[in-house]
Each structure stands twice: as C-alpha cells, then as structure tokens.
C-alpha cells in the first residue's frame, strides 16, 4: 500500500502564488508518472499536470505557462508551483501516482482558495 500525503494548499489573492508538495510512503517499488488533479464543487475532477519518472511534463491548456509541475524522485515527492492564480483556478487538488505495474494512488486532497 502506498499513501499519498498533501500539503501547501490554502487562500491566496488573485495573481499570488501557492506551492503544493505530495509525497508518498509506504510499500513503493517504483513510483511511475505522478500528477495532480483538481476538483471544483459541482464539477468533474480535471487533469491539471502530470510528469513521469523521466520528467516530461503535459499541462491541461488552462495552466500553461502559470503552474509548473516537478518531482523529486529520492524523495518520491511531486511539486506544482501555481504562479499568477485565478479565482477559476479554486477547488480541491489532489495528488496521484502511478506506482509499480498497474497500481493508481489518489492523495486526500488539499483545499485551494483564490479570491478576487
């Protein structure tokens, strides 16, 4: 079993910045590409940014050029910088990572906040 564990989330001016950091323990044999999700209330739960052990990256259109995905593979530890944030960008962001063959890891999510 592997846990995903979130942190960095909170409320933030529009235009500010956020750091959001998800690690993962537990029984890793080998974390494949991780990535983060979100989920705004009365929405579905949209891809936001991936990136895979060797570090290619693949943003949804509506990040592009504001957040940036990076990992920190000794540390299993994934990271999305949110630069220049929107009120659309507020909802729930949630870790994911593919470990070992097959297996699919969701974190508990972290609250983000952007007002305006």
């Known amino acids: 079993q592997v846990h995903l564990v979130e942190s960095g989330g909170g409320l933030v001016q529009a235009g500010g910045s956020l750091r959001l950091s998800c690690t993962a323990s537990g029984s890793i044999v080998r974390i494949n590409a991780m990535g983060w999700y979100r989920q705004a209330p009365g929405k579905q739960r949209e891809l936001v940014a991936t990136?895979?052990?060797?570090?290619?990256?693949n943003y949804a259109n509506s990040v592009k050029g504001r957040f940036t995905i990076s990992r920190d593979n000794a540390r299993n530890t994934v990271y999305l910088q949110m630069n220049s944030l929107k009120p659309e960008d507020t909802a729930v962001y949630y870790c994911?990572?593919?470990?070992?063959?097959?297996?699919?890891?969701w974190g508990q999510g972290t609250q983000v906040t952007v007002s305006s």
């Open positions: 994911n990572a593919h470990e070992g063959v097959g297996y699919v890891y």
């Open positions: 990136i895979t052990s060797g570090s290619s990256t």
